[in-house]
């Protein structure tokens, strides 16, 4: 196999986003989960995204592991590698988007990085370097409540020189619309002051397309769904790929028991959450009792169990921005998020043993507690349920065949469980 694009994305969520996109724009593409093991079974592709739990850890670690993940992908003949990060810049001052940035441009050889976390099909523009999330800066967005990393900056050439040991430019979208020699000539100028990086602008798609055929000349960039589209179209476009149309086999039906986990606490996920009580049953867990340590996940599969073979269930710990707060004053910010993260991976374990097939999880953090737990290395995808959103079929799951849908916290329509589960046949 030899990789016309290798990704390195830092969380589960993200990296099926990143796979839906790169499937969609033509291009054969497997996510794995972590760096695969020699004996894990990949079809013939022509990117890998390689999933990485990173986003929220120590950043030492962050960079070690999308280090390894870089080593697998050049090893495979990606020329360019692709470090996916969230639309909506998810990190904090100590990282994790500038140090991993850094240690691939170093590994790279790149004098400069283009970044941008632009994604136009999500609502995610950039303009003069801030992010806007719909029609409100990043700062000023549902963002500047989550519960790991809350965003309160939208400026983020500000942001990234936080967290990384390059200075920052920018790339503005008056540059950007005259075209890439503009934007080439713009990057050479921004490294010979030593600028290692430059945040992008981008607000339509078109925007996305010289951004990629930029990129595509270099060895790496950094950003979201949007510049997936770019590099796509531009290796497309440039016949070093070969357009295809979907990774094969990843489309049957599986059957069987179907169930939804929600552990994010994102204002859409909220208004989803309400709507699917219209037509499933939905537990809402006890977050207090699952950090003090007691059997709420016993509890929610003792209710979830003698109800599987009527139909699908939702299970939610997620809570509004208040409640969050308030619990994370009482415990602190990591231990509740990891007991919450690790209750809910023992409830999917325990509903996977129960004979769920068709897995639906919200939230990035969430999912990879549970597809970590249930043993899953890699993803083929399947159909588009919502933009950013795929049916994904488990590929060496311990349970055998599956399918799961990994919904980053923001995205979807307001049906979308129901929306989901239609479907995952
Ligand atoms: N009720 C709650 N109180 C505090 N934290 C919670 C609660 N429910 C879930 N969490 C935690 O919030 C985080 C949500 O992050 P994530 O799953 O990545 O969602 P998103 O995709 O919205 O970012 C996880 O660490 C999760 O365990
Ligand atoms: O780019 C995005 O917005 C998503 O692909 C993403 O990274 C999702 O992260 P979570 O919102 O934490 O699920």
């Known amino acids: 196999m030899t990789l016309a694009l290798g990704c390195i994305a830092d969380d589960y969520t993200g990296a099926s986003d990143l796979a839906n996109t790169l499937t969609r724009a033509g291009l054969r593409t497997v996510q794995t989960i972590g760096v695969p093991a020699d ?32 080593t697998w992908l050049r090893g495979r003949g990606a020329g360019h590698v692709l470090f996916k990060i969230c639309s909506t810049f998810d990190s904090t001052v100590s990282g994790n ?60 050439v500000r942001v990234l020189a936080r967290q990384s040991r390059t200075p920052i430019g920018l790339v503005d979208l008056a540059t950007l619309s005259r075209g890439a020699e503009a934007v080439r000539a713009r990057l050479a100028e921004l490294a010979g002051k030593g600028i290692g990086a430059a945040i992008i602008d981008a607000v339509f798609d078109r925007d996305l397309e010289t951004i990629g055929l930029v990129a595509a000349g270099h060895r790496l960039s950094v950003g979201a769904s949007g510049i997936g589209l770019g590099l796509a179209r531009a290796l497309v476009s440039t016949g070093k790929v070969r357009s295809a149309t979907a990774t094969g086999g990843a489309h049957a039906a599986v059957g069987g028991p179907a169930a939804c986990l929600a552990g994010s606490c994102s204002q859409a996920t909220l208004q989803q959450i309400a709507n699917a009580e219209r037509v499933m049953p939905v537990l809402h867990l006890n977050s207090e009792q699952i950090v003090a340590g007691a059997s709420e996940a016993q509890r929610a599969l003792a209710w979830a169990r003698p109800q599987l073979a009527e139909g699908p269930v939702l299970i939610a710990s997620s809570a509004t921005p208040d409640q969050v707060s308030a619990l994370q004053a009482r415990h602190g910010r990591d231990a509740a998020g990891h007991a919450i993260e690790q209750a809910m991976a023992d409830i999917a374990e325990g509903l996977v043993q129960a004979g769920v097939r068709r897995l639906i999880v919200a939230g990035g953090e969430t999912s990879g507690a549970v597809v970590d737990r249930l043993k899953i290395p890699g993803f083929l995808v399947g159909v588009e349920i919502a933009a950013g959103v795929p049916v994904l079929r488990a590929v060496g799951a311990a349970a055998g065949e599956m399918l799961l849908a990994l919904k980053s916290g923001n995205f979807g329509g307001p049906e979308f469980f129901s929306d989901a589960l239609g479907l995952m046949r």
């Open 39 to 70: 004996d894990l079974d990949l079809p013939e592709v022509d990117a890998v995204v390689v999933s990485l739990k990173s986003r929220s850890i120590e950043a030492g670690l962050a960079v070690a592991r999308s280090r390894a993940a870089e």
């Open 97 to 156: 988007i500038g140090p991993v940035m850094d240690a691939l441009r170093a590994d790279g050889g790149e004098a400069i990085v283009l970044v941008t976390p632009a994604f136009p099909e999500t609502g995610r523009t950039v303009y003069q370097g801030n992010l806007f999330v719909g029609a409100v800066p990043l700062n000023e967005s549902p963002l500047k409540d989550h519960p790991l990393n809350p965003m309160h900056d939208s400026n983020l």
